[in-house]
């Protein structure tokens, strides 16, 4: 399938506000796009200009705005899943709640959890890169609690690794210059704050080089972000570390790009927005971002 692969999130968000509002606003050719979603709930939420393909999910429920509910979960968990099926030339996901998906007992703490366990195979992983323009950041963990975040010096490789795979095939950039975040405040000053540098990021670097990687040392990151025009992507040890510094600069135009699978997914870089659904003010800046990364 040609198609580029469209779900539009829960049920009770914006995310089937800012779908419509997008395509509406981007104008694509009616057999450039399908929707995963469920006729009730764009009706709700607005009017297509074009008759694209609609994969209907079952949604039983009325819509309520601003609400979390199992129903929600599940419909969000069953159109992922069918957009993994599919896989088309592309995917791009409206937004989700994990605690809807929690609701239901589907225990995944985001979107990009799910698609790698659909999606990967040979032991592949999925990546979460930010993309604003030329602005750039991977994040070396995911979703997780900063208590939990284990880095290793393999882990830092493959990652690594995969990013500059990922950059000479998809943004034809042959040689990128990567970036590094120290983990710990000031990059560890010499292990005064932090041995992580030591120990494992600077060998983690070591290696990278010797395989003809172009990556810094681990640098302090509350100044390396003021640089950012000067690499291709910077690497963040962790969630915070790398989206606060892209959506203060970019805001809604920063877009979540799943990578490391055999399809690419993107994503707006916000929320479900519960707090605004159904009254019509949701900016659809994100989403049209996150299409047009797979036109």
């Excluded at 469920?38 to 609609?54: A, P």
């Excluded at 983690?204 to 100044?223: C, F, K, Q, S, W």
């Excluded at 900016?283 to 990364?293: N, P, Q, R, V």
Aim: net charge negative; glycine share 8%.
């Amino acid at each position: 399938m040609d198609k580029i692969i469209i779900t539009t999130g829960d049920p009770n968000g914006i995310g089937a506000e800012i779908t419509i509002k997008a395509l509406n606003k981007l104008d694509l050719a009616s057999d450039k796009v399908m929707l995963i979603s469920n006729r009730k709930i764009l009706d709700f939420y607005g009017n297509l200009n074009k008759e694209y393909e609609i994969l209907e999910i079952s949604f039983d429920e009325e819509v309520q705005p601003g609400h979390v509910t199992k129903a929600c979960g599940e419909f969000c968990f069953q159109s992922l899943k069918k957009a993994c099926e599919l896989k088309g030339k592309g995917i791009v996901t409206a937004p989700v709640a994990k605690n809807a998906l929690h609701l239901v007992g589907h225990n995944f703490n985001g979107q990009t959890e799910i698609l790698q366990k659909y999606l990967a195979h040979d032991n592949q992983l999925a990546e979460m890169l930010f993309v604003a323009g030329n602005f750039r950041v991977l994040l070396l963990t995911r979703h997780c609690a900063l208590k939990d975040i284990v880095l290793t010096k393999e882990l830092v490789i493959e990652k690594v690794a995969n990013l500059q795979k990922f950059f000479i095939e998809k943004f034809g950039i042959s040689e990128p210059k990567f970036a590094l975040c120290g983990l710990n405040p000031h990059a560890g000053e010499d292990g005064i704050l932090g041995d992580e540098e030591i120990e494992i990021l600077q060998p983690a670097v070591d290696v990278l080089r010797e395989n003809g990687i172009n990556i810094t040392n681990p640098l302090p990151a509350d100044t390396l972000f003021i640089k950012a025009q000067e690499y291709d992507c910077i690497i963040a040890n962790y969630h915070d570390q790398g989206l606060i510094p892209i959506k203060t600069v970019a805001g809604a135009k920063t877009v979540n790009m799943t990578i490391g699978l055999d399809v690419i997914r993107t994503s707006p870089g916000h929320g479900t927005a519960f707090d605004i659904a159904g009254k019509n003010h949701a900016d659809e800046t994100g989403m049209i971002e996150a299409i047009k990364a797979l036109l």
